[in-house]
């Protein structure tokens, strides 16, 4: 399955880019609702670097994420897939590109949701709609960094 997110920031593609470098940009990302706990901060430049993270799923089941970063071409695009967690397969890649506005910021997940075709079936009505308002959360904290910080 593919989900896609994309935004046009009012900033240069290196200010959006450099968003996601910052020390703290994993806390800024995970929205107020979600119950995550941050382990281990990745490095997005190195790659091979590793985020842990702890959730719960549904407010119930305990999952731990590990998740590591693969590619890493400034100011254009990283990549992170996950090794363990919730997913049977989780590729996210970053992407920034120049627009006349300013940056587009996309998002591209290829993901495989768990229990096979039970995940699958679920996936519409579980799954894409948590992922749409996480991303829709994420492009806004990002924006208002690129835009209104100086």
């Known amino acids: 399955m593919k989900f896609v997110k994309q935004s046009i920031i009012k900033a240069s593609p290196e200010k959006v880019f450099a968003f996601h470098e910052l020390p703290d940009a994993i806390e800024r990302l995970v929205p107020p609702w979600e119950s995550v706990k941050i382990i281990q901060k990745a490095d997005i430049s190195r790659i091979g ?26 100011p254009r695009m990283f990549e992170d897939v996950q090794i363990s967690g919730p997913f049977a397969v989780w590729r996210h890649q970053h992407i920034v590109e120049p627009h006349a506005g300013g940056a587009i910021l996309r998002d591209e997940i290829e993901f495989e949701p768990p229990l096979w075709i039970f995940g699958r079936i679920a996936a519409p009505v579980f799954i894409t709609p948590k992922i ?3 991303f829709a959360y994420r492009h806004e904290v990002t924006r208002k960094w690129c835009e209104e910080e100086k």
């Open 132 to 134: 749409e308002k996480m």
């Open 49 to 74: 670097s590793q985020a842990i993270l702890e959730q719960k799923i549904f407010g119930l089941i305990p999952s731990k994420w590990i998740a590591e970063h693969t590619k890493y071409e400034p």
